[in-house]
């Protein structure tokens, strides 16, 4: 069973940085996408940003502008979002998931595993 934990999350400031981490087990077969998502009370979960397990193919959502990168460790199975100049709009609980299949993806769909979450907040 693919479990997933993340961990990370915090307070912070406008124009301050985080780094997520979300520990991987489980992963039996040989191609996941790996992604990190969030959601705001009332809104459906977005897709920041998604990768494959060798970490070569990354996708990030347009509308993080650049500020946010994901990674895969593989020797140490955990996924990564370094976040930048982050923003009073980018409070909200952060997820990762896992999904069966080579490709990335954004959609929340493509991932039958998620973890529990970790709270992102903005504020001055």
């Not at 934990?5 to 040989?30: F, K």
């Not at 990168?69 to 409070?91: A, G, H």
Request: aromatic share 10%; with cysteine; proline share 3%.
């Amino acid at each position: 069973q693919v479990q997933l934990a993340e961990s990370g999350g915090g307070s912070v400031q406008p124009g301050g940085s985080l780094r997520l981490s979300c520990a991987v087990s489980g992963l039996t077969y040989t191609s996941y996408r790996l992604g990190w998502f969030r959601q705001v009370p009332g809104k459906e979960r977005e897709g920041v940003a998604t990768s494959d397990l060798s970490g070569v193919l990354r996708y990030h959502a347009d509308s993080m502008g650049g500020r946010f990168r994901i990674t895969f460790d593989n020797t140490k199975n955990t996924l990564y979002l370094q976040m930048n100049s982050l923003q009073p709009e980018d409070t909200a609980m952060y997820y990762c998931a896992a999904g069966r299949g080579e490709v990335p993806s954004l959609r929340a769909s493509a991932y039958a595993y998620w973890g529990q979450g970790t709270q992102v907040t903005v504020s001055s």
